[in-house]
């Protein structure tokens, strides 16, 4: 049986983000979890002919989480908020 989440709502896609390399972003992952994420490409496709980014998670402090699985990446479309440019 299928599930609706109504956290889940597909976003307008957007002309242009300002964020780049070394920018932290806020997305939505898919299921509908948030991630705060340090920039180190932004590719204008990154899968599927879609614009995105690939980067590390961070923590609250802003810095990248520790361990070597943290490596993320997603559309811009996902994208909730800019943090730092």
């Known amino acids: 049986m ?5 956290n889940f709502a597909p976003r ?3 002309k242009s983000l300002d964020y780049g390399e070394g920018s932290v972003i806020v997305y939505n992952a898919f299921g509908g979890l ?3 994420v340090l920039v180190d ?4 496709d990154i899968k599927n002919g879609r614009a995105g980014f690939s980067g ?5 402090d802003l810095k990248p989480l520790p361990g070597d699985d943290n490596g993320v ?13």
């Open 41 to 44: 490409e932004k590719e204008s």
């Open 2 to 6: 299928f599930h609706h989440n109504p």
């Open 56 to 60: 590390e998670l961070v923590g609250p």
């Open 73 to 85: 990446w997603g559309y811009d479309d996902q994208i909730v908020r800019v943090v730092r440019r």
């Open 34 to 36: 948030k991630r705060t």
């Open 12 to 14: 307008a896609p957007r």
